[in-house]
């Protein structure tokens, strides 16, 4: 979504020669597809995406003592995670 919003007049791929048209590049470029159109969704997925890193730490932390509960008979390992 980024890309396509940081697109300006003039800038594209050009089918006859094969080459990718851009006028600048960067941060600034970064910056204003971030910003045009719908920002609130750009927002919204950086805060999804940081909760899902942050799930993922947590889990890959989880003994696997705790891990999906099934036991196979008492006092032996979990079926699936062993």
Known sequence: MIKVNALSAGEGFDAATGEVIRHDRGLKRMMRGFFAGKW??????IFYMLGAF??????SNVPRSYGCGLKANAGSGCVRCY
């Open 40 to 45: 609130y969704i750009n927002v919204f997925n």
């Open 54 to 59: 942050a799930l993922a730490g947590l889990v």
